[in-house]
T-cell receptor, first 111, second 113 residues
Framework: GEDVEQSLFLSVREGDSSVINCTYT??????LYWYKQEPGAGLQLLTY?????DMKQDQRLTVLLNKKDKHLSLRIADTQTGDSAIYFC???????????FGTGTRLTIIP | KAGVTQTPRYLIKTRGQQVTLSCSPI?????VSWYQQTPGQGLQFLFE???????NKGNFPGRFSGRQFSNSRSEMNVSTLELGDSALYLC????????????FGSGTRLTVV
């Protein structure tokens, strides 16, 4: 079955690293995504990883994938006030066009 | 290049009416998907179109329908609106699905009164 879970809230001090976690249940080959949503806006694709990878780094963003535990994390280095948003984890099985989203994690930056 | 364009941005309708939302994908993208976002249910998949054919459908009642035109633009229609249909409706387009990622529009905020 498909289920993607995230914690609802995360507060981080400005300049620290933020780590947002996600677990998924689909056992087939899959793409895993991180999206960012700011108030009143649509979803912005931050990064994605295929399930045969362990890690992907893109500037301040690092994605780690633990396939055994079906655990995905997004690390944001040097968190800034502009990183305040809701972050969604999503998956789609290879060959399927349907995205299954987590509940979203609201990231709050403490000055 | 232009992103995914959704129109209108905001809409207020009365219960029982019907509504049509429009989505223009990124040029060259042939896959268009629709999602409903509500505070209670989160982001839920409605349907996906590719080359004018519906390939995938979510668990929504038949009041929700869509179509895609030969230029890849898509519309979704909701008939006999209910208060619970109030939501942000998001459209996403992709070139080749998973590997390229999905680009979302800013959404249409529908309020049913």
């Amino acid at each position: 079955g498909e289920d993607v879970e995230q914690s609802l809230f995360l507060s981080v001090r400005e300049g620290d690293s933020s780590v947002i976690n996600c677990t998924y249940t689909d056992s087939s080959s899959t793409y895993l995504y991180w999206y960012k949503q700011e108030p009143g806006a649509g979803l912005q694709l931050l990064t994605y990883i295929f399930s045969n990878m362990d890690m992907k780094q893109d500037q301040r963003l690092t994605v780690l994938l633990n396939k055994k535990d079906k655990h995905l994390s997004l690390r944001i280095a040097d968190t800034q006030t502009g990183d305040s948003a809701i972050y969604f984890c999503a998956e789609t099985p290879f060959g399927n066009e349907k995205l299954t989203f987590g509940t979203g994690t609201r990231l709050t930056i403490i000055p | 290049k232009a992103g995914v364009t959704q129109t209108p941005r905001y809409l207020i309708k009365t219960r029982g009416q019907q509504v049509t939302l429009s989505c223009s994908p990124i040029s060259g993208h042939r896959s268009v998907s629709w999602y409903q976002q509500t505070p209670g249910q989160g982001l839920q998949f409605l349907f996906e179109y590719f080359s004018e054919t519906q390939r995938n459908k979510g668990n929504f009642p038949g009041r929700f329908s869509g179509r895609q035109f030969s230029n890849s633009r898509s519309e979704m229609n909701v008939s006999t609106l209910e208060l619970g249909d109030s939501a942000l409706y998001l459209c996403a387009s992709s070139l080749q699905g998973g590997a390229g990622g999905y680009t979302f529009g800013s959404g249409t905020r529908l309020t049913v009164v």
